[in-house]
């Protein structure tokens, strides 16, 4: 996760600082227009592109939803012979053959070719990704990847924008259009890291504005415009980029102006670049030059004094951090499987790791570190309880506010293992958030590299790919600063670009090729660390020589010490409260610690006599300039009395020590005491009576004194009372915070189970309204009790047989009146009850209405008996059907009973159905061995006649008749009979049914023998 930053180590101006409306040179990078370019600055005559081959620009084109369209807005504003080429890559399906390249022809005279493996790009042309592929470019020749995941989250613009930034470095130009997600955001930044440029479609104008947006959130964007104007604007850039090239920064004046920008820079935002690359500064003012079409660097100056708003810009180019999770991840590996184990098997259980990750830009370094710190923790055996506190610092305070939200968009899966997704990241909308116990392992905080001082007891030190961007002064300064700031044994990781040159000394490799070191102790004194205050070197103009650096020893300071405590007056350094820092020489005769808690203010300490004219001397010496001296204090030692002068003086220099007061302690001798006295004329009496009273005084006043000792110390304990109070409140604050989240994190669930609730309501009113128009259609009418015989529910049939109304639901079925006359409704409801078995029944109403019920129990989805269901069905119109058919029936039987002939009915099998009495006493038979039988077998076949046969098999299948055929036969039980049969086929039972009536005419002995 290495970033390449232009410096990382200074602030980004304030709030005050943001650029007006007003102001040219807006956030989206536009070129002013004609009327606000300084009159030195209009754009030079158009040059020729590079003159070699292989410098024409390329440029990369990322698009996915609605891109169709976006793609043809910007190919309409390519001019013809523009001398660049344009690869293009968006989201395609795998499955479907490319149709792109024939949709794009339309809209460019260009030749648009979609890739193949291994293709030059050459100027004029437009290549197009095939589907199902990852493009990449090397050399200028583009090479197809078959994809890790062909479905799911790809992030193809991304991958293309990385090669691109790596093959053509500062000549990278990227272009994210209409899109959803935010594939190309990380591309943008590779390109931004090697001095490219990057151009954005303007969100409002975007069909889909999910990638466009998600790019110019990040401040990545040079440009953003519509898509019909992105082309004239890239065209205007390449052409004067040559021209901003040539500035010749060797030269005097290319010198001052370079250094005025600087100064305008550090005015602005109160950062000093003056100690970074030139080289690296140059690059980045020449492409802001080069999009504002201005051709020499004193222009530029001009330019940035008449619109601060472009200062802001250049400063955030100057910022622009470039980093991803895991970036190098041989060192992410080498960390957690050996380096971190390290530390942790060194550390007691319990202990807490402090690490710092200096320019940590945008934060993924510090997670990554936080990340996999947990994993080799939880791989540690026997497992510790040691924690990580992480600092994580950088100039750039936009940055360090979304570290702290630890919210990233989803194309960190790029970079990210599904599982470190799944045991560190929570997903969200467009992205994945750390999870919190991960982001309360770093502490983002805005701090200069070069200026602020460090943080020390470190046990791990990350400062990657920052220390090649600072002067080689600044660089030999910074990794001794380094080895005082971690703790012995602690690591320095830097960027893989960068080694620690000369001072192998301070650190011995872990893996040189990696960049790891371990901080080691030097064999010799090493020379002073000269701290960030110090790094920068005076004002230009200033005559003052800097003081050179003071050795390791000096014996001529020792003997200075020594002859300051022998022989020079006690004295002691405080500060305006009283409160000691430092003593010289023997003060014990004057001070001497008060009982109780230590405390080492200098009235406290003062002894009997000194304490009240020194605290009149203190205060005035404080608010006066100039020493208060005090002559002749008497003070008490010991049972003794000493004399002492007091100087109590506030220092004005050096700075180092500006604002303290010193205190300086003179014995007077007895005898010049005595002098004292008789110069001014004094009686022994009279001094006793001035002494008496004066002790009284003092006596007085060390009585207040005390009172006001005590009560201070009284505010001291309830001020410490208030802290503590402070911090539980804030305890209690953070908890509240913690609530808050929490409640958020349940309300956002609690949205989420509202709107399934809700889909699920709606189904439910669906399958509802079906349901209801379902039993309504059968015209049925059905009636739901629960276990207590309350009536649940009823269809709209149930009303006309029962008078229900809406306010009947709830109430027993027992208390409803009804027309049917069904006494025992409720025992059969509790006999379906008790044996779960359906009940069917059909009653009559008293209207004469007749209806088949049946009770059924009504189970629920978990097979659980919660009452009963009844259906009644109107079978009144069958009943007189059936009564009808019956009639017609017993009528039709009656008709052929009367008939004197005997007549059978056959089916299509010439089975008997029925025959009639005249049959049965003609041939001395019965119904029970006739019917059913077939009419060949009847008195053992004395009806399979071959003639009869064929006659009447062929009339119910060609619809025949026949009429007296005549049967001369010779019966066992009859004797000889002539018989004439008649047959005709029958339809009956809504022509289901064909039958044969076949009638028997018996001629026997008549004239009529031998007809037929």
């Keep these: 996760m290495t970033k390449t930053r232009a410096h990382r180590s200074s602030a980004p101006p304030a709030a005050a600082d943001t650029i007006e409306p007003s102001e040219p040179a807006t956030g989206r990078g536009e070129t002013p227009p004609p009327g606000d370019r300084p009159a030195d600055t209009a754009a030079p005559p158009e040059p020729t ?28 504003g390519v001019p013809e012979g523009s001398g660049m080429a344009f690869v293009i890559v968006q989201h395609l399906d795998p499955t479907q053959p490319g149709m792109l390249p024939e949709l794009l022809q339309r809209a460019t005279s260009m030749p648009v070719l979609q890739v193949t493996d291994g293709m030059p790009v050459q100027p004029d042309s437009v290549y197009v990704i095939p589907p199902g592929h990852d493009l990449s470019l090397l050399h200028r020749v583009l090479h197809l990847l078959e994809p890790l995941a062909p479905r799911g989250l790809r992030l193809p613009i991304d991958l293309f924008f990385r090669s691109l930034a790596d ?34 479609q303007d969100p409002a104008s975007a069909k889909f504005d999910g990638m466009p947006k998600s790019a110019v959130d990040t401040g990545l964007a040079d440009i953003v415009a519509p898509a019909d104007e992105l082309a004239e604007k890239i065209l205007a850039f390449v052409r004067h980029l040559p021209a901003a090239a040539r500035a010749e920064p060797v030269e005097a004046p290319a010198r001052s102006a370079l250094d005025k920008v600087i100064i305008l820079i550090r005015a602005r935002t109160g950062q000093d670049f003056s100690l970074y690359k030139k080289s690296t500064i140059s690059r980045r003012i020449e492409r802001r030059m080069a999009i504002h079409q201005i051709g020499r660097l004193p222009a530029y100056v001009r330019f940035l004094q008449e619109n601060p708003g472009e200062l802001d810009l250049l400063f955030k180019e100057l910022l622009i951090g470039v980093t991803s999770f895991f970036r190098d991840p041989a060192v992410w590996e080498a960390l957690r499987d050996r380096v971190l184990p390290e530390l942790l098997a060194a550390a007691p259980d319990g202990a807490t790791l402090r690490a710092w990750v200096a320019g940590c830009s945008t934060g993924e370094e510090a997670y990554s570190l936080a990340i996999v710190f947990k994993e080799a923790l939880a791989k540690l055996s026997p497992p510790k309880r040691c924690t990580l506190q992480c600092y994580a610092t950088d100039l750039d305070r936009d940055a360090i506010e979304r570290a702290r939200a630890g919210f990233y968009p989803e194309n960190i899966v790029a970079d990210v293992s599904e599982e470190r997704q799944d045991r560190f990241f929570v997903k969200e909308e467009n992205g994945y958030r750390v999870k919190k116990e991960v982001r309360e392992m770093v502490v983002f905080a805005p701090q200069n590299l070069i200026m602020d001082p460090p943080f020390t007891r470190l ?59 371990r901080r080691t102790e030097p064999a010799l004194p090493a020379t002073p660390i000269e701290f960030p205050t110090v790094f920068f070197p005076p004002e230009p103009g200033t005559n003052e020589p ?9 014996l001529q300071q020792a003997a200075d010490q020594v002859i300051l405590q022998q022989y020079a007056p006690a004295a002691v350094l405080t500060n305006d409260a009283g409160d000691i820092l430092y003593i010289n020489g023997r003060t014990g005769r004057f001070l001497e610690p008060a009982a109780g808690k230590a405390n080492w203010n200098v009235f406290a300490m003062a002894r009997d006599g000194l304490r009240t004219e020194l605290e009149g001397a203190f205060r005035l010496a404080v608010r006066q300039e100039g020493p208060v001296a005090l002559h002749g204090v008497r003070v008490g030692v010991n049972g003794g009395t000493v004399y002492v002068d007091v100087t109590v003086r506030q220092l004005e220099a050096p700075a180092a020590v500006k604002g303290l007061v010193l205190i300086v302690f003179t014995d007077v001798p007895a005898r010049a005491r005595r002098k004292v006295r008789e110069a001014h004329g004094g009686q022994p009496g009279e001094c006793r009576e001035l002494e008496q009273r004066l002790r009284q005084a003092e006596d007085d006043l060390q009585t207040t004194h005390e009172e006001l000792q005590s009560s201070h110390e009284e505010l001291q304990s309830t001020n410490e009372e208030f802290q503590s109070a402070n911090e539980e409140l804030q305890s209690t604050n953070e908890e509240l915070t913690t609530s808050k989240e929490e409640m958020q994190s349940l309300n956002e669930e609690l949205q989420t189970v509202n709107a399934e609730l809700q889909s699920r309501v709606a189904d439910l009113s669906h399958v509802n309204d079906d349901m209801k128009n379902l039993l309504n259609s059968t015209n049925i009418a059905t009636v739901f009790l629960d276990g207590l015989l309350n009536l649940r529910w009823y269809t709209a049939a149930m009303t006309r047989l029962v008078n229900l109304l809406p306010g009947d639901m709830g109430r027993p079925v027992t208390d409803i009146a009804s027309d049917l006359i069904y006494p025992d409704l409720t025992e059969d409801i509790q006999e379906v009850l008790r044996t779960l078995a359906v009940s069917e029944k059909e009653v009559a109403t008293r209207n004469g209405l007749r209806y088949q019920v049946r009770i059924l129990p009504y189970r629920t989805l978990d097979n659980r008996i919660d009452g009963v269901v009844i259906t009644f069905q109107d079978v009144t119109a069958s009943r007189f059907l059936e009564q009808a058919l019956d009639d017609a029936r017993l009528y039709a039987e009656e008709v052929i009973a009367t008939v004197r002939e005997p007549l059978l009915v056959l089916d299509g099998t010439m089975r008997v159905v029925s025959a009639n009495r005249s049959f049965y006493e003609m041939f001395h038979t019965s119904k029970d061995v006739v019917e059913g039988q077939v009419l060949y077998a009847l008195g053992d076949g004395q009806w399979d006649i071959p003639a009869l046969r064929e006659l009447l098999e062929s009339i119910l299948p060609e619809s025949r008749v026949f009429d007296d055929f005549r049967v001369d036969h010779v019966f066992p039980t009859l004797g000889r009979k002539v018989l004439l049969l008649n047959a005709r086929r029958l339809v009956t039972e809504g022509a289901n049914r064909e039958l044969i009536l076949l009638a028997f005419e018996d001629v026997t002995g008549t004239g009529r023998e031998g007809t037929g």
């Design 49 to 76: 592109f590079p003159q070699r081959d292989d410098q024409f620009p390329i440029v990369g084109i990322g698009a996915s939803a609605g891109g169709l369209e976006a793609f043809e807005q910007f190919l309409k």
């Design 167 to 200: 093959d053509l470095q500062e000549q990278s130009i990227g272009v994210i259009l209409s899109g959803m997600g935010s594939d190309g955001t990380l591309g943008l930044r590779a390109i931004k890291e090697k001095a490219g440029l990057a151009l954005v």
């Design 546 to 554: 800097q003081p050179a650096p003071k050795p390791a020893v000096n």
């Design 459 to 517: 046990d791990l030190l990350s400062c990657r790919n920052l220390l090649i961007y600072l002067e080689p002064e600044i660089q030999r300064k910074l990794l001794p600063l380094f080895h005082y700031a971690l703790s012995p044994g602690g690591v320095l990781v830097l960027g893989t670009a960068e080694s620690i040159g000369g001072f192998t000394g301070l650190f011995s490799p872990i893996d040189a090729r990696l960049r790891l070191y």
